[in-house]
């Protein structure tokens, strides 16, 4: 392993003014979104789409400092033969993999999920370094509920993230440790402060155990925010103030960067907790977005998988990942969004 290497890029995906776009939806989730703009799911479809968001020039270059991709997105050609891997490269940006494959239900723990795909993965790694890709993904899912999260849950997740997480490191490739709270719930901001700060604290304990360099990774939490049914939802000054508390008391400043999950927030709601927070004076990591939602609605809508619409689409592309960008360094104000409308 070769930690400086790891290192470089880890901080080159944290840079100011850059985040990185979450572009892994699976075959099933992206047919929700393509659903909900009268768009067949097709493969050739999908490939339009990506190129799309790849070949923005100016989104690209200036604002994402990495995409993270999935299976099929990273074996898949452009329209005129260039591998999609090698689009994001030439803009400057880094090509990511996501490698789980998703979740099941956990033994002995019901409504309570544990992510899976270690079998083989060393060897899906190296064939994805091969390809191109520099660093990666793992998603564990915690759910708050009555009597949930379990020890258990937790525990299992926290050992398969830090599993990954050391593969990958033995492969190198720079992995993203997605421990991701759900906003599901009527659960309030303090409850999410308390789950997230156990499910943390639980997944660098593992990472210890597994000999992970934390140097060599970038940590993809959610932000200490309200469950979407709670009555009462925190406003943003809150959610950047117990987000950053929890996190200062979490997470080891030997860590080079945390990319937020935008987790089902508003595109808007997502921008302005991240530039909130880069308010609240300097911090011990780099701190920017990983966004997939958040940077891809409004895109999608514009787009509507008509070749028309593709400069539509890139501006409305640009437009977010510029937003997230001024975010990013603590930049960005409301009255940008309507200037832009």
């Not at 995906?13 to 850059?18: E, H, S």
């Not at 609240?280 to 891809?296: C, H, V």
Request: proline share 4%; charged share 25%; aromatic share 6%.
């Amino acid at each position: 392993m070769n930690l400086t290497e790891l290192n470089r890029i880890a901080t080159a995906m944290v840079a100011p003014g850059k985040g990185i776009l979450a572009a892994d939806e699976s075959s099933g989730t992206i047919k929700k979104r393509f659903d909900a703009i009268g768009v067949e799911s097709t493969e050739s479809n999908r490939r339009d789409y990506r190129e799309m968001l790849f070949r923005s020039r100016e989104a690209m270059s200036q604002y994402i400092s990495g995409v993270i991709l999935y299976d099929e997105t990273i074996w898949q050609d452009a329209k005129d033969g260039t591998p999609l891997v090698k689009l994001i490269e030439q803009s400057g940006a880094i090509p990511g993999i996501k490698v789980d494959e998703g979740t099941q239900a956990l033994p002995m723990c019901p409504g309570e999920l544990v992510t899976v795909g270690l079998d083989k993965l060393a060897e899906r790694l190296r064939k994805y370094y091969e390809r191109g890709a520099r660093f990666a993904k793992w998603r564990a899912v915690i759910d708050i509920g009555s009597g949930i999260p379990s020890m258990t849950a937790i525990g299992v997740n926290a050992h398969a993230l830090a599993r990954y997480a050391a593969l990958c490191q033995a492969a190198q490739i720079v992995p993203i440790v997605e421990p991701e709270v759900l906003m599901d719930g009527d659960h309030d901001i303090d409850r999410c402060y308390e789950v997230t700060t156990r499910v943390l604290n639980k997944t660098f304990q593992e990472l210890r155990v597994q000999r992970v360099a934390l140097e060599g990774m970038v940590l993809k939490p959610n932000m200490a925010i309200s469950g979407k049914k709670c009555a009462k939802q925190a406003p943003v000054e809150e959610v950047a103030e117990k987000t950053i508390r929890l996190l200062k008391a979490c997470v080891p400043a030997a860590v080079p960067g945390i990319a937020f999950l935008s987790g089902g927030q508003s595109d808007e709601e997502a921008t302005a907790h991240l530039n909130a927070m880069h308010k609240l004076g300097p911090l011990p990591w780099g701190l920017t977005f990983s966004y997939g939602r958040a940077l891809q609605a409004a895109p999608q809508k514009a787009w509507s998988g008509k070749a028309e619409n593709v400069a539509a689409g890139q501006n409305a592309f640009s437009h977010r990942a510029r937003m997230n960008g001024l975010a990013s360094k603590g930049e960005w104000q409301s009255s940008l969004e309507k200037k832009a409308a």
